[in-house]
């Protein structure tokens, strides 16, 4: 199971790039199709919609009392998760907590010469719901990525959806749930969950933001409600983008272009290296390393059709190529990681030195693993406090600072044509004025 090789002495830079951008997942107007009528049949029908489509996708039976998680039963759930995973999930909640919370904004407020106050507040938007998938997908890291930003900005109202396929829930999702102060966990899934969120059923309150990942019908879903709610990102599959030169051990590299690979078969693991036989050890590595894994038929899949090794004639060229391909994780282990890192404007998330593989940053680390995909690191940013927030601003005129600006307001009115903005500043001066 071999990956593209690439050189930029063959191929050319510009080839190596055209290879390395060809994209993966195209969206299907069936799945479209079929969201527009699950979101309007929730809309018409609330619950008893709910009702129908979670039996019908999930196997489950429910009634609108059911559809909502009982805090007893979360209780019990969270009884059955061993005491390591308990004690990991606690540790990975605060560190998260503790790096988001220096991300919290502050609100400005200033006095300018004319004496005008002028600034701007925060506020968190008042509900946010989550949606979390369900099966192999139910990632508990992926619960607290969101939950915990959410409630460090101040959200009063979290709600978690989750399909429970065949009846069965992931006792560490609701472990996690729990521990970030989620307020209510509902077990329904795909469209009709994100319908359900953004306009309320009997059971299910709506939001005013939805987050987290899915599969299509759940990325539709959310395309689909935008503006309604406010929505985090459609995340694609995952990315990572090693720069590595020949002083670092092949299995270690090997393990982390991996750990990106085994989450989907569309996944992206490149290596960028300046060494042509350094990096045919790690592909080899992969090789080994592969046969080993749980979900080798995945990660095999993912490095086979999307992986690459691309040897480049200098450490200044990886950089260039890591800044137009804007991965999602990008891992600089090199002789002075910070020194690469500061010539590099669009990444995800960066990952400095050997010591720091990208799982840490997906557990553990405290920065979020919710990161854009698909070259949207050129112009957005991962998941943090700032997502729960809006920002209002503010402003006060005293007389002397409004018989300095309206004439030039009202100058402006009038060019625009519209009287009763003008108006409505003349009658204010004309007061002052006397
Ligand atoms: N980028 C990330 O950080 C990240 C993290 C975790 C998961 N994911 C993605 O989440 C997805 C999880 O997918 P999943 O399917 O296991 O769980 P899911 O919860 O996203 O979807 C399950 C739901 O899909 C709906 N559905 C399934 N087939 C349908 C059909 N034919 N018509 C209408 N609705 C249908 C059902 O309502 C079901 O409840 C994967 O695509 C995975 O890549 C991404
Ligand atoms: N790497 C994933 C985002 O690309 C997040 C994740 C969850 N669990 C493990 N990893
Ligand atoms: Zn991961």
Partial sequence: MMPQFLSTRD????EAFRVLLAQKREDSPDVDAAVAAIIADVRER????LVELTERFDRVRLTPETLRISDDEIERLCAQVPEAEREA???????IRAYHARQMPRDESFT???GATLGWRWTPVSAAGLYVPGGLAAYPSSVLMNAVPAKVAGVKRLVVTVPTPDGVANPLVLLACRVAGVDEVFRIGGAQAIAALAYGTGAVRPVDKITGPGNAYVAA???RVFGKVGIDMIAGPSEILVIADRDNDP???ALDLLSQAEHDESAQ?????????FGRAVAEAVGRRLETLPRRAIAGASWRDFGAVVTVRSLDEAAEIADRIAAEHLELLVGDPEALASRISHAGAMFLGPWTPEAIGDYIGGPNHVLPTARTARFSSGLSVMDFLKRTTVSRMTPAALAALGPHAETL???ERLEAHGMSVRARLDRING
């Fill in 112 to 114: 300018d010469s004319l």
């Fill in 269 to 277: 693991a490149l290596l960028v290296t300046d060494d042509e036989g």
């Fill in 11 to 14: 191929a050319g830079f510009e």
């Fill in 46 to 49: 609330g619950d008893a919609a």
């Fill in 251 to 253: 299995d270690w590299i």
């Fill in 89 to 95: 999930l606690g540790l990975a909640a605060e560190r």
């Fill in 221 to 223: 879903a959310k395309r």
């Fill in 413 to 415: 009115a009038k060019a």
